[in-house]
């Protein structure tokens, strides 16, 4: 059954997603790298989504919806959804497209991570970008060495300003908070405490999803 890993920005959801895939051999579907995948491509679509993600607000859910039905629709594994859904629409879209394809969620499970932690870790993340276009977060899996010997670019993400990283959090009170509320309703909902080491995290998360 697939699973919806949720939690603010920062909390280390697309660390522990692909761990998660490699562990428990599924597919890590992240809507923030598919977007940007989408930007590089240079494509018209792309134009609009960057304007839309370099501000710090949401793509619309239909456009977000279309984007994600046809890699979802690709696959027969088991799906971990990383920053899918980020509001109420998306969740209960994200629903009827399950049941479409045949397919169940089984868990939602939040990274819980309080707010201080949340502005000082996207304040001080830093990315890497291989010659080869491949993007690398810096930290203890892949290493401001690494990204030297690899001949790596380094960069900050341009929605981790501080002013955008204030917008993000107010978007995600606003917009992302209440699908909590939905998948406790459904009983799928668990949640992780996302302050501790990721290896922790990572524990904690493959014993929620025994259950
Ligand atoms: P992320 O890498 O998950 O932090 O996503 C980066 C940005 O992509 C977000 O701030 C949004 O602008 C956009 N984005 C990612 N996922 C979604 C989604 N499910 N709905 C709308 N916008 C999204």
Redesign the pocket.
Known sequence: MDIVLMGA?GAG??TQAAKLETTLHCKHI???????AEIASGSELGRK?AA??N???????E??LSI?KNVVSGTDKRIIF??????VA?AEMLDSMLKELGRKLGKAVMIALPEAAVISRLSSRRQCRLPNGEVHQIGPDFSLQDCAAQNGEIFS?P?DTPEHVAH?LA?YHRQTEPVIKFYQAAGVYAEVNGDQTPERVFESLLSVLKD
């Open positions: 920005p959801k697309g992240s809507t923030g790298d598919v977007l940007r989504i839309v993600i501000n710090g607000d949401l793509v619309s859910d456009m977000m994600l990383d920053g899918f859904p980020r509001t998306q993400r929605d993000r978007v």
